[in-house]
Structure formats: structure tokens, C-alpha cells
């Protein structure tokens, strides 16, 4: 089942990151140099999706006017949430959208787009599951599928209700291997267990395991000076059995010539490499992080609505990755606009913590760093 695709580099050209020029528009003449390498090395996968800001423009232009149909493999996505579609028509709409600027014709992986707890209403109210159903049968589709964050007991229940899915896209790499939010060896072993070809997203979260925490960096330098901190990520997702295709936002051609290093001569991690990303993730393990498990218990009473969990996620990620540039970045639209500094004390999200969480004390410390 994992052989959906298997005429091609196991590399995926994630297009939600594209090169940007100095107006900060996609640079869409990088992006054909980029296009052209990763077809060149063996590539034929590109996952773009309808909320990614011009980039289904940008790969009809890079790709799509300049490579026979055939010679391709092109995934989108549908999402259904409040914030991409404001009814049922809007989400079902969407794929004409994508057709229109990709100018593709077909789509071959379509996905029910970042399937979480809190958007899942939409995609069961809107029937977009049948919805799929009916675009493959028209041939506008080949392969549906759904990339997913949320818990292993919902992928398991998701699979079990749908098992006509014909793939799952899963964040995983091996920072989040046991992370108790994530859940992604959790989850890989879910969709391992009903069969599903696996799609893995941010198998270098975001491009920070290729500048990982400098006790991290040092292990993986110890055993292997000549290789890059984001090959170690990328053959960590690449290896897992049932893998069938790894996604990777690149963003310039170096990241490009990196990646497909990797992926042209693809070498499984040994046993010692697999103990060095164990070590490694020791050493992620050992960095002071907030104990959060987002089960998001603290939320529903705050007077102020404030997203707590989201924020101290951010805050993990700073700790580890100390990129503070990137934290402040995503503290302005990850938390919804709300700020650590409306808390008023009132204590009750502390009541309501599992964890025992000093909530307040951290929610200065968010502040001060990143306010």
C-alpha cells in the first residue's frame, strides 16, 4: 500500500515556502531553476494547496506551462475551516479554484486539509468525505486522502470510518517522535495499523532541525562532520516502513541541492545513526520546556480568551531552537491576535491544569520574551 507513488525520488517539493523577491512576492524565476533541479535529480511530487498565498499560481507558471501533465505528480488541498471557506458551497468550490490557477486539469493526491478536533464539524457537516468520493469518480482527482494534527484515538477513529481514504499525511520527525501533542509515532503506527500509504509533513518542523539546539548539532556533527543537520531529519521520516513520500518547504536552491543529496542516493538509517538520532533526541529531552500537553483545559473559563496552549508552545520553541526572531513572528498570529499580557491573575486556568502548571508565572515569561 505504501507504492502509490513509487516511480520517483521518495522527495517531495513542498510548495508553501517558495523563494520571495525583494516586494516579498514568489519569486517565480527561482522557483523554475528549483523546478528544474528537483525534475532533473528524479523528482515528480509537488504539494501545493488552496491556502497557500499564490502558490498554486506560481506552480502552474514553474511547473505545470513547462512540464507534459504526465510527467508530474500534483497534490492540493480543500480546507473547510471558518477562516478558508464561510459555507459548505465555498469548501466545495474550491477545487475549481485550484484547478483554475494551477491549470492542471486533474489533481492526483487531493487532501482534506489539517484535520484537528476543532475543524473536523466542517468536513463531516459539509459531507466533504462523499464530496471526495464524487471528484474521483468525475476524474478530476486520483487519490484522496487528509493531512492531520490531532490524537491517535481520532486518526483511529477517522480511518476506521473512512477506510476508502487512500493515503494520510502526518507531521513526524524525530523531535516529535514522542512528543505528547503531536503524537507522531502515536499516529504512524495508527495509519501503519489500517494499511494507508504515508505522507510525512515537517520532517524538519519547520526548518528547525536544520539548526537544531547546539547540544543537538553536536551529536549529530560527532557522528557524521560531512552531514547536514536537516539530512539527519529527512532520512529519520524517510526511513520509517509505509513512508511513501517525505514533503520539504524548500525555500532556495541550496536547501534544494541539500535535500536532493539525501533523496538521490537514498541510504535508510543504519542501527548506530538510528541510537545517534536517539541520542540526539536526549539531548532535546534535557532542554527546559514547559510540560503543556494541550489538552487545553484552561481555556474555556479565561475571561480573556486568551490561547494558552498555542503560546506556550511557541515558548518551547524558542527554548529549544532559541530563534527569537521566528517566536516574536509567530506570537503575532498563532495565538489569534491575543496577548500574554491581558492575563488578570484570576487563577483559574491553574485550577483546571492536569499538569500542575505555574499558568500565570509562565504567561509573563511569554510576554517578556516576546511582547
Known amino acids: 500500500m505504501s507504492e502509490l507513488v513509487n516511480d520517483c525520488l521518495k522527495l517531495g517539493f513542498g510548495m508553501m515556502r517558495l523563494p520571495k523577491d525583494a516586494d516579498g512576492a514568489i519569486d517565480v524565476e527561482t522557483t523554475k531553476g528549483?523546478?528544474?533541479d528537483f525534475i532533473a535529480a528524479g523528482g515528480k511530487y509537488f504539494d501545493t494547496a488552496f491556502v497557500y498565498e499564490g502558490s498554486e499560481e506560481a506552480t502552474r507558471k514553474a511547473l505545470v506551462e513547462r512540464y507534459p501533465r504526465d510527467s508530474?505528480?500534483?497534490?492540493?488541498?480543500?480546507?473547510?475551516?471558518?477562516?478558508?471557506?464561510?459555507?459548505?458551497?465555498?469548501?466545495?468550490?474550491?477545487?475549481?479554484t485550484s484547478l483554475e490557477r494551477s491549470g492542471a486539469g486533474y489533481i492526483d493526491f487531493y487532501l482534506l486539509h489539517g484535520i484537528e478536533d476543532n475543524n473536523i464539524a466542517f468536513y463531516d457537516d459539509y459531507d466533504i468525505w462523499g464530496y471526495m468520493r464524487e471528484l474521483k469518480q468525475e476524474?478530476?482527482?486520483?487519490?484522496?486522502?487528509?493531512?492531520?494534527?490531532?490524537?491517535?484515538?481520532?486518526?483511529?477513529?477517522?480511518?476506521t470510518a473512512h477506510p476508502d481514504v487512500d493515503f494520510v499525511m502526518l507531521q513526524i520527525n524525530y523531535a516529535d517522535w514522542e512528543n505528547p501533542v503531536v503524537h507522531a509515532r502515536e499516529n504512524y503506527e495508527v495509519a501503519r495499523a489500517h494499511g494507508k500509504p504515508i505522507i510525512v509533513m515537517e520532517p524538519v518542523k519547520g526548518g528547525m532541525l536544520a539548526h537544531p539546539a547546539e547540544p543537538v548539532a553536536r551529536?549529530?556533527?560527532?557522528?557524521?562532520?560531512?552531514?547536514?543537520?536537516?539530512?539527519?531529519?529527512?532520512?529519520?521520516?524517510?526511513?520509517?516502513?509505509?513512508?511513501?513520500?517525505?514533503?520539504?518547504?524548500?525555500?532556495?536552491?541550496d536547501q534544494m541541492k541539500d535535500n536532493l543529496e539525501v533523496f538521490r542516493d537514498f541510504a535508510p538509517l543504519s542501527a548506530s545513526e538510528r541510537e545517534t538520532i536517539d541520542r540526539?533526541?536526549?539531548?532535546?529531552?534535557?532542554?527546559?520546556?514547559v510540560g503543556c500537553t494541550a489538552c487545553h483545559y484552561c481555556t474555556p473559563g479565561c475571561p480573556l480568551n486568551i490561547h494558552i496552549p498555542?503560546?506556550?508552545?511557541?515558548?518551547?520553541?524558542?527554548?529549544?531552537?532559541?530563534?527569537?526572531?521566528?517566536?516574536?513572528?509567530?506570537?503575532?498570529?498563532?495565538?489569534?491576535?491575543?496577548?500574554?499580557?491581558?492575563?488578570i491573575a484570576c487563577g483559574q486556568c491553574e485550577q483546571a491544569c492536569p499538569q500542575h502548571l505555574?499558568?500565570?508565572?509562565?504567561l509573563a515569561e511569554v510576554a517578556q520574551d516576546f511582547e
Open 34 to 36: 528549483m523546478v528544474d
Open 72 to 96: 508530474f505528480y500534483l497534490a492540493s488541498k480543500l480546507h473547510a475551516g471558518k477562516w478558508a471557506a464561510k459555507d459548505e458551497a465555498a469548501a466545495k468550490a474550491e477545487i475549481r
Open 139 to 159: 476524474g478530476l482527482v486520483r487519490h484522496v486522502g487528509f493531512s492531520f494534527h490531532d490524537t491517535p484515538d481520532m486518526l483511529e477513529r477517522l480511518l
Open 219 to 253: 551529536v549529530l556533527a560527532q557522528a557524521n562532520p560531512t552531514a547536514s543537520p536537516a539530512s539527519w531529519a529527512l532520512r529519520f521520516a524517510a526511513s520509517l516502513p509505509g513512508v511513501m513520500m517525505v514533503l520539504s518547504g524548500m525555500s532556495t536552491p
Open 280 to 289: 540526539a533526541r536526549a539531548e532535546l529531552d534535557k532542554i527546559d520546556q
Open 310 to 343: 498555542e503560546m506556550f508552545q511557541i515558548l518551547n520553541e524558542y527554548k529549544l531552537y532559541h530563534d527569537l526572531k521566528r517566536s516574536k513572528k509567530d506570537y503575532g498570529w498563532r495565538p489569534g491576535g491575543h496577548r500574554a499580557s491581558a492575563c
Open 358 to 362: 505555574p499558568i500565570i508565572d509562565l
